[in-house]
């Protein structure tokens, strides 16, 4: 039995995740601010935890075969409007929440024979999107940070990330909360819609997987088509 920490995964992709994880026979433990969602699964062990505070992180024994870091924001303004607190807040969460849980766990991530990592980030980092200044910002620090790790732990861990387009998830909610936004979304992708938690989840357990075991310092597009197509 492989044993896979997802970090936020009780909502969203997350949620997803530990799902999918668990339903194929793994050991999942979860990271999260609130447990909500996974009283049901078998093999998984929750610990509250808030990436963003001073509490250390909770001590884990055993080996790690793979960490996903899902914690984010989508905080969408004008560059006029926005504060240096927005930027240490998407930093915070974004980065150096994943910096926090990489290092604080790498010795269980080396114990495992081959481990994995997948980080997230957005379509707005690689395609320049109005208002997205310092989401973008936060997200491309998790790029970078993807093929440093990528480099310098191969070749024992992999290091990957996922860069998706607006996905239909709880943290989304505000951006699709009618049918007019939903469809001027859907419109805007050449696919005619958008994306949902359980394809990203998918994509995620792959790149965890041993299948995708030649996959490293990759940043992998999950948007629709929107940064590589136009219509005319």
Request: one cysteine or more.
């Amino acid at each position: 039995m492989k044993t896979f920490l997802v970090v936020g995964g009780t909502s969203g992709i997350g949620l997803e995740l530990t799902k999918l994880l668990n339903k194929n026979g793994n050991r999942v433990i979860v990271l999260s601010r609130e447990k909500r969602n996974i009283d049901a699964l078998v093999n998984v062990e929750f610990y509250r935890y808030d990436v963003t505070g001073s509490d250390p992180l909770p001590q884990i024994d055993m080996p790690i075969d793979g960490i996903a870091y899902l914690p984010g924001t989508i905080n969408l303004k004008p560059f006029k409007t926005l504060k240096i607190e927005d930027y240490q807040k998407d930093l915070e969460i974004n980065l150096l929440g994943a910096v926090k849980v990489i290092n604080g766990y790498f010795q269980n991530l080396k114990s495992a024979e081959k481990s994995s990592i997948v980080l997230f980030s957005t379509v707005a980092v690689q395609t320049g999107m109005q208002y997205h200044a310092s989401i973008a910002s936060a997200k491309g620090a998790i790029e970078g940070l993807t093929r440093t790790l990528a480099a310098e732990f191969a070749p024992s861990i992999r290091v990957n990330c996922i860069a998706p387009s607006i996905t239909y998830t709880p943290l989304a909610e505000k951006l699709l909360n009618s049918e007019q936004k939903l469809k001027a979304s859907e419109e805007r992708h050449p696919l005619k819609r958008i994306g949902n938690a359980m394809e990203i989840a998918e994509l995620t357990y792959f790149l965890l997987s041993e299948k995708s075991g030649f996959i490293t310092g990759q940043v992998i597009k999950a948007d629709g088509g929107i940064s590589v197509i136009k219509s005319i």
